[in-house]
């Protein structure tokens, strides 16, 4: 079943024509595309309320709002909306489908102008370096000079990392949480089980699947099981599943879902398709592939030297998939060029996720550390 | 949630010497930070650019929703990081005794400050002394809460030893206070034996030696 258009997904559109291409770190130059963006609160006159909240992988931009496709509430509600620690009464929330993504923002499933298909395999490749210069450009739009903030998690964190680093004067503050300043040999093995289960799926049709009215469901159904995995922790899937059958009392001797943990990770696939695309997957988990500040700056403390950002950043104990280790090593980075950053490693067993969940600990912090900011910058606290 | 700045009374009695050694608008490190106490201080009272490093998660956390600039660090692997002279004073405050390469870690501290201001217990002192040769048993120094088998002090020393180390490492020690029991301090040299008996703590400013 194909997706459904974005066209009719709320929110606002801003396209920037052929007068303003976005050069891509591939060379290749994208003209025009449109970024589909929600904000929630006002911007004051100063203009230097704004908090640009940068989404994950599979993340979009209804942050704090009910999801136009699913239904389901926004994908930071714990942390983001009126009296939330990131307060939307007191701040300006911004938040954009990144380039490549597939709510509304120039991606693989948007019509190429150049020939008026949908572009599908043939859309450039892009990396985080081109999603925060195009977030860059949505600024530009909106009037805001300077983010009062920049923060998100995962992926999110990396274009956090990458704001900083490339706009300093335009980041008063970056708070990455849950992340590194590259991908890692395991990480970047586990999207590619990602990517092949996607192309080994026939209805993939080399990527032409929307044209031939298909869509690879199985295969992005598998890569997102796989992906879940990892975005848990091993403690986490014994407390909420453990052994436990689903309705039944014992094993059937077959292949059907006879565990609670299958039944539930068949569960997180089969939603998943229902809103993300498969070429839109491919080209976001390279992005993410593709980052990497040491190999771009020589060392990541270059990538930041003489910064005046406040940094804020934030791991978990049980994240496997970007480890307090790669946190650390941001920290030392920071240190080394001489950035103010504060750092906090949150005892959790839930696994990298816990940045989207309830987790007291780092609300508290991240909410000292906005405090703390407002302060500086002269903006009223909680 | 508001940080409410600390009174100066409020301020432990050894932390307020050294927030006096401690120039205004300067930038310092507390190493060992704690819940923050001296570096609120430090940057609301004295408007340093004031950072610090805790081991522990409940200080980090403390100092961090207290909007304080503090990373959850270590400082025996933490400061290698640091650049030279990055700071104008790197405090390390009742910290020294639980590194594992005190030699090491002071070394760090005269490399990435200008000065560096340490505090130490003094196991000299004449109750510890007391209390060991009465009662034959390991003196609990620094950690009241701790016995001799668990607490995060592992490497003690006396006034006396410490200034040999620095010494050794061809440190200059710019300021000496020795603390007694009530808080008030005297100024102290390499020399002095007394204060080796005489006082519970010792506050050191020490620098690089020029070559």
């Known amino acids: 079943m194909p997706l459904l258009s974005t066209d009719s ?23 025009p595309y449109t970024i589909a963006y929600q904000t929630y609160g006002r911007l004051n006159e100063q203009r230097s309320n704004a908090i640009l909240v940068c989404h994950a992988l599979t ?38 489908n990144v380039i490549g993504g597939c709510m509304g923002t120039t991606g693989p499933r948007e019509i190429n102008p150049a020939t008026g298909k949908v572009f599908g395999t043939k859309f450039p490749v892009i990396t985080i370096g081109d999603m925060v210069r195009a977030q860059a450009r949505l600024l530009d739009h909106l009037g805001i000079e300077q983010l009062f903030c ?91 599943f453990g052994r436990r059958l689903q309705d039944r009392d014992m094993v059937t001797y077959g292949f059907d879902a006879d565990f609670e943990v299958e039944s539930y990770l068949r569960h997180q696939g089969i939603t998943f398709v229902e809103r993300f695309d498969a070429n839109s997957y491919l080209y976001i988990t390279r992005a993410m592939d593709y980052f990497d500040m040491e190999a771009e700056h020589g060392t990541v403390a270059k990538a930041f030297a003489d910064t005046s950002v406040r940094f804020c950043v934030i791991s978990f104990t049980s994240d496997w998939l970007f480890p307090t ?40 912090t991240l909410g000292g550390f906005l405090d703390g900011c407002c302060e500086h910058r002269g903006l009223p606290r909680r | 949630m508001t940080a409410t700045v600390r009174a100066r009374a409020d301020l432990r009695p050894d932390l ?34 004031g950072r610090g490093v805790e081991l522990s998660q409940t200080g980090v956390h403390a100092c961090v929703s207290h909007g304080l600039s503090v990373i959850q660090g270590d400082a025996d692997t933490d400061l290698e990081h640091y650049p030279d002279q990055a700071f104008d004073y790197v405090v390390l405050s009742q910290t020294l005794q639980a590194t594992r390469q005190p030699h090491v870690v002071l070394s ?85 034996r007394l204060a080796n008996l005489r006082d519970e703590q010792g506050i050191f400013m020490l620098s690089r030696a020029k070559r």
């Open chain 1, 325 to 364: 280790s790669e946190s650390r090593e941001i920290v030392h980075a920071l240190n080394a060029a001489g950035a103010n950053v504060s750092f906090v490693e949150i005892a959790t067993d839930k696994g990298h996720d816990a940045f989207l969940l309830d987790e007291p600990e780092f609300h508290k």
């Open chain 2, 16 to 49: 307020q010497h050294i927030a006096d050694m401690i120039a205004p608008n300067s930038r310092a490190l507390d190493i060992g930070c704690g819940d923050g106490a001296l570096l609120e201080y430090l940057v609301h009272a004295k408007q340093c650019d």
């Open chain 2, 108 to 192: 760090h501290l005269v490399r990435i400050g200008r000065h560096a201001i340490v505090s130490i217990t003094n196991v000299g002192y004449w109750r510890t002394r007391l209390s060991l040769l009465i009662q034959g048993r390991m003196p609990i120094v620094g950690a009241p809460d701790h016995r001799w088998y668990d607490s995060p002090n592992i490497h003690l020393c006396t006034t006396r030893d410490f200034l040999d180390l620095c010494k050794e490492l061809d440190f200059v020690v710019e300021r000496g206070l020795s603390i007694d029991r009530r808080g008030s301090a005297r100024q102290v040299t390499m020399i002095d």
């Open chain 1, 150 to 240: 920049v923060i998100g998690g995962s992926m999110g964190g990396m274009q956090a990392l990458e704001w900083a680093s490339k706009f300093p004067k335009r980041v008063f503050a970056a708070v990455p949480i849950a992340c590194a300043t590259y991908h890692s040999a395991q990480n970047i093995a586990f999207h590619e089980v990602g990517r092949q289960a996607i192309m080994a799926d026939p209805n993939w049709c080399s990527g032409n699947y929307i044209a031939r009215g298909k869509n690879p469901t199985k295969g992005l159904a598998v890569a997102r099981m796989a992906a879940h995995i990892t975005y848990l922790s091993e403690a986490a899937l014994t407390r909420k």
């Open chain 1, 9 to 31: 997904l709320p929110g606002h559109r801003v396209t920037f024509g052929a007068d303003q291409p976005l050069k891509l770190d591939s060379g290749i130059t994208l003209a």
């Open chain 1, 59 to 96: 993340g979009d931009q209804f942050v704090a709002e009910t999801h136009p496709v699913t239904g389901r509430p926004g994908w930071w509600e714990a942390v983001v909306g009126p009296g939330k620690l990131i307060d939307t009464d007191r701040f300006f929330v911004i938040c954009a």
